[in-house]
């Protein structure tokens, strides 16, 4: 999908920084010095979580360090990126998210490369996530982990995602925000960016995490499948999916997680019978059918061990609003 002609011809012209650059007027403050110099208390408005910008052409990002994570979109053209000695060809319509203290640098884009540049405090998803209401997603909070936690080696996530209409979409709805500025737009952007990470959740078969990352990807694909197939998946059908050995897998899922592959599958099922006692009003017995347990009787003691109370005390005392 290619971004509104109109819109790429105003996120093409100079900003400020760039005419001071070509006029050798200054310095770009993403390149005046290694981390903890490039600090998000530079970055970011006081009292922000995240901020969107345009990225800075021209320049050589040199190499070094943030304490916060990065995202860069191309909105035409394409950026190449060194990460932790991984060269990450940025194409157009592909967002890259990079883990903080990630060891980086941007080689210079041309006046037809194009794109977004997002800052992120750590803390926050957390917030928009639990501004949504969106409960809890084992696959969501192992990509936010895997980001802002790092692996050795491995402190990106490149989504190829140029032919997923959602994301593109949520895209350019802030790309507008950003040359089209409204009294609420950094809510709107808040809010766009939960959105699209929740929506990137439902893609992570377009995700790349990078050379030497077999376990990772594996628990990605396993996440994947518990997101998918909560009410009937099993184990001996992951196994065949993923073409593994079921003792094998059994192993490594416990190795990776702490946990086996029942536990897992039981967490994504009583959360997400949480979220529905909230949101919704259906009836306890029907929400437990819905999220896979046929006996209501087994599901209410299950509910009980994983929250302290009932399903029913828990809709109680949360108080829904629908």
């Not at 009787?297 to 629908?322: A, C, D, M, W």
Request: glycine share 6%; charged share 25%; net charge neutral.
């Amino acid at each position: 999908m290619e971004m509104n002609d109109k819109l790429i011809k105003q996120l093409s012209e100079l900003t400020q920084e760039e005419r001071r650059l070509l006029e050798g007027k200054g310095k770009s403050r993403y390149i005046e010095g290694n981390y903890p110099d490039l600090d998000r208390k530079a970055m970011l408005v006081e009292g922000e979580l995240m901020q969107i910008c345009r990225h800075c052409r021209f320049v050589h990002y040199s190499r070094n360090k943030r304490n916060y994570i990065e995202g860069m979109y191309v909105c035409r053209g394409q950026l190449l990126h060194c990460i932790e000695h991984q060269r990450v060809i940025l194409k157009q319509g592909e967002l890259l998210l990079v883990s903080p203290d990630a060891d980086q640098e941007i080689l210079p884009a041309g006046d037809q490369d194009v794109a977004l540049h997002f800052l992120f405090l750590p803390d926050f998803f957390e917030l928009i996530f639990s501004m949504l209401g969106d409960g809890e997603n084992l696959l969501r909070n192992y990509m936010l982990d895997y980001l802002k936690n790092g692996r050795e080696g491995n402190k990106y996530i490149h989504c190829k995602v140029a032919d997923v209409l959602p994301v593109q979409h949520i895209l350019e709805n802030m790309a507008w925000s950003l040359v089209n500025p409204q009294p609420n737009t950094y809510i709107l952007n808040q809010t766009g960016m939960g959105l699209l990470f929740m929506t990137l959740v439902n893609y992570t078969d377009k995700m790349d995490l990078g050379p030497e990352t077999f376990e990772p990807n594996l628990l990605m694909d396993v996440l994947r499948y518990i997101e998918e197939h909560y009410r009937d998946g099993r184990l001996n059908e992951l196994c065949h999916l993923l073409g593994y050995d079921i003792y094998w897998l059994s192993r490594a899922i416990k190795k990776m997680t702490g946990k086996n592959y029942k536990e897992l599958l039981q967490i994504k099922r009583l959360n997400l019978a949480a979220h529905l006692l909230l949101n919704t009003r259906a009836t306890i017995s029907d929400i437990s059918i819905e999220v896979g347990y046929d006996n209501t009787s087994y599901f209410h003691r299950l509910f009980r061990e994983y929250f302290g109370i009932s399903p029913k005390e828990y809709r109680r005392e949360k108080k829904i609003r629908v």
